[in-house]
């Protein structure tokens, strides 16, 4: 794998030449499933990488904050996000700023896969995981609590 | 336009929510042909933008070389571009890395336009363009004095 190649052709089903399919995270480092891992670019010079993140259907991300900041783009499928307070669909093309110690996770539909991209500094702090008392404080709003049940945290 | 909002959505045609669709660069600085510039990330901390660069139907950005680096995924159509003395045929999701000062255009085919993003540092410098001796040198390869030739730069 080398990602300082010139050209490196898209395949098929947003695989790359010379881009390694990747663990999400470590396995049992936190709850998360069906989602894979791809670094596009991380020119050192750059400073940030650019990412590629893909769930299954019915897959999800950690739930997680951090002091880094995400840039992200949904580059296929639909689902469901958490940033912050807010919780909202998502689509093809959709642009989605996650801020500094902000909770986030990333929920693919039933129906498809879901993948995005996402830009962040090669440097960056480690991702925190919520508490017992976060999550309550969390599932106080309504619309957080059905998200995070849909997300079969189990 | 607002991009630090947490949800932009993605609109017909490429467009996106409180993202400026920019000129490419100003008039008469560089040749160039129907190119558009759209600025999605621009986040400090992340010390990277990321931009949406759309050409027209047989559109081309600046040939140029700088110290910075690009990192490139086409997002639509398909295209010619050339990087260094390379020059490659590109379609959707296509990687490209631009080292430092290689010289370096994307041109649209006939048929459709071609979108791509690029992630480039926030503070770089100035795009350099060729010289007459440069162009020279370019075209004593036949594939790169095609490319070029093709561009129309009249």
Redesign the interface.
Known sequence: MD????????REN?R?DD?AKLAYKQEGSAPFKDISRQV??E?P????Q?RYFEMQPRGYSTLERHE??H?V??LRGHGTCL??D?V?RV??????????MTWQQFRADEAEAMGF?C???QARDKPQLPSADDLDALRRNRRIADFLDAAHHD
Not at 3 to 8: D, E, G, Q, S, V
Not at 91 to 100: H, Q, V
């Open positions: 990602t300082t190649k010139r050209f490196r052709a898209a947003f790359w881009v596009l670019f020119e010079s750059l400073g940030c650019l880094h900041v840039a783009m949904i940033v912050g807010e909202r689509k093809p093309r959709d642009l989605i700023t996650i801020p500094r991209l830009m962040v500094n």
